[in-house]
């Protein structure tokens, strides 16, 4: 089992930026990509960027493309989502996730663990 702890959330204003974290500890050794979701209240839980945890390729869903940035630090076991230029419609409680799937799946049904979220509110 894989444990993990979001951080960096925060309430900004439209345009600013944030960073995400998410430390992993436990059975690292079992994870093959990591994933950064959102979920706003009443919806489901949507794919946002993902990364390959040996060879760092990455994802993003069309939305947050040129706007955030996800990667790693194997020495650190921790992923980070960079956001930038964020707007109001990024507002949501963002979770990381760990999936032992060979590829960067955009599925949440893919990953096995979760970290209990940390809430990003963009104000206009």
């Known amino acids: 089992q894989v444990q993990l702890v979001e951080s960096g959330g925060g309430l900004v204003q439209a345009g600013d930026s944030l960073r995400l974290s998410c430390a992993a500890s436990?059975?690292?050794?079992?994870?093959?990509?990591m994933g950064w979701f959102r979920q706003a209240p009443g919806k489901e839980r949507d794919f946002v960027a993902g990364i390959n945890w040996t060879v760092g390729t990455t994802r993003y869903v069309d939305s947050v493309k040129g706007r955030f940035t996800v990667s790693r630090d194997n020495a650190r076991n921790t992923v980070y989502l960079q956001m930038t230029s964020l707007k109001p419609e990024d507002t949501a409680s963002y979770y990381c996730?760990?999936?032992?799937?060979?590829?960067?799946?955009?599925?949440?049904?893919?990953?096995?663990?979760w970290g209990q979220g940390t809430q990003v509110t963009v104000s206009s």
């Open positions: 996730g760990a999936t032992s799937v060979p590829y960067v799946s955009t599925l949440a049904a893919r990953y096995t663990d």
């Open positions: 436990g059975r690292i050794s079992s994870i093959t990509a």
